[in-house]
């Protein structure tokens, strides 16, 4: 059975990029809050979740997503998310005010270089 949402990491310096693809609901936001949470050692900077081929998220995923913003405060590692303005899923991260938790950002490079900057 192939997975709806799909993972790949990277390293970008001190700074973990997680790109998500497909589709994050019920049946694949708790383990993907796992993997996420396990992705990122403790000497990284934190964590940038690249959202720009993420085609849908539920209430599952924004639970996941406050759940890793929780998880990195308690390490003092920083969280933040790329996503394309104007996409579905960047206007359901409007919708709960998820910027108030973690800031979000139109690409990749610069959640990575607001990460980076942040140490």
């Known amino acids: 059975m192939d997975e709806i949402v799909s993972l790949d990491t990277e390293q970008r310096g001190e700074v973990v990029v997680a790109r998500l693809t497909g589709e994050l609901d019920v049946s694949g936001a708790p ?25 849908f998220i539920d209430s599952s995923g924004i639970a996941m997503l406050f759940g890793l913003v929780r998880h990195f405060g308690s390490r003092r590692q920083q969280l933040a998310v790329a996503v394309a303005a104007g996409e579905p899923v960047a206007r359901v991260l409007e919708l709960v005010e998820f910027d108030r938790a973690a800031p979000v950002h139109p690409d990749v490079d610069s959640a990575v270089a607001a990460v980076g900057e942040t140490s």
Request: glycine residues 12%.
């Open 31 to 55: 383990d993907m809050g796992d993997r996420l949470a396990g992705s990122v050692p403790t000497s990284a900077l934190g964590l940038v979740l690249d959202f720009t081929e993420l085609e």
